[in-house]
């Protein structure tokens, strides 16, 4: 596609549910990117793939997040036994090379209630 | 480790002015660096890409320098506009991409 695309765009889930977000690069880009940003906050990294590296995973705030990535092709980001403080904007961006820019998709809002 | 450092954090300025936002960098090491936008409750969007060889980027009002020897860029915005209100982040890409917290843009009409 022409941009990174994002699904759902807005979720709202119950405390204790699991969910599962979307992110669809840009065809050929090999990096991946997923950010987290609670309301008005800056971005806090969450996970990186390059590839077929093994993902940077550092950023991830605790064992109820996971990503997974095959290839170069879609990711989902995985969030277990949802807490309220989980409620953030969810961004994902993509690039086809370290000398190239990024591009973000336009996020996934998270409402934990 | 690289960090990103943006001043100021938040600007009000009135119509018209011409205004100048400040990122720097600790580790000149860097493929590009980037300028994004974000509006509220939204998406990055990129404004300007500047390559580690270039010098500065241009589009429309905006104009973006890079001096990697001293770690630093500028975002020139000439004439602002209400329109042009969000705020302004930049980020480095080394192995990864690394941002700034940030600077707030208001514009007063």
């Known amino acids: 596609g022409a941009g990174v695309s994002q699904s759902p765009s807005n979720k709202v889930t119950e405390k204790g549910k699991d969910v599962e977000l979307r992110c669809d690069p840009i065809?050929?880009?090999?990096?991946l990117y997923w950010y987290r940003q609670r309301l008005g906050q800056g971005l806090e990294f969450l996970i990186y793939?390059?590839?077929?590296?093994?993902?940077?995973k550092s950023g991830l705030p605790s064992d109820r997040f996971s990503a997974e990535r095959t290839g170069e092709s879609v990711s989902t980001l995985t969030i277990q036994r949802t807490q309220q403080e989980d409620s953030a904007v969810y961004l994902c961006?993509?690039?086809?090379?370290?000398?190239?820019?990024?591009?973000f998709g336009s996020g996934t809002r998270l409402t934990v209630v | 480790k690289q960090e990103v450092t943006q001043i100021p954090a938040a600007l009000s300025v009135p119509e018209g002015e011409n205004l100048v936002l400040n990122c720097s960098f600790t580790d000149s090491a860097i493929y590009n660096l980037q300028w994004f936008r974000q509006d509220p409750g939204k998406g990055l969007t990129s404004l300007l890409l500047?390559?580690?060889?270039?010098r500065e980027q241009t589009s429309g009002r905006l104009n973006a320098s890079l001096d990697k020897s001293s770690g630093r860029s500028t975002l020139y915005i000439a004439a602002s506009q209400p329109g042009d209100s969000a705020t302004y982040l930049c980020?480095?890409?080394?192995?990864?991409?690394?941002f700034g917290k940030g600077t707030r843009l208001h514009i007063l009409p």
């Open positions: 961006a993509s690039s086809s090379g370290p000398f190239d820019g990024y591009t």
């Open positions: 065809s050929g880009h090999t990096a």
């Open positions: 793939f390059q590839g077929n590296s093994a993902p940077d």
């Open positions: 980020a480095v890409s080394d192995d990864k991409i690394i």
């Open positions: 500047i390559q580690s060889s270039q």
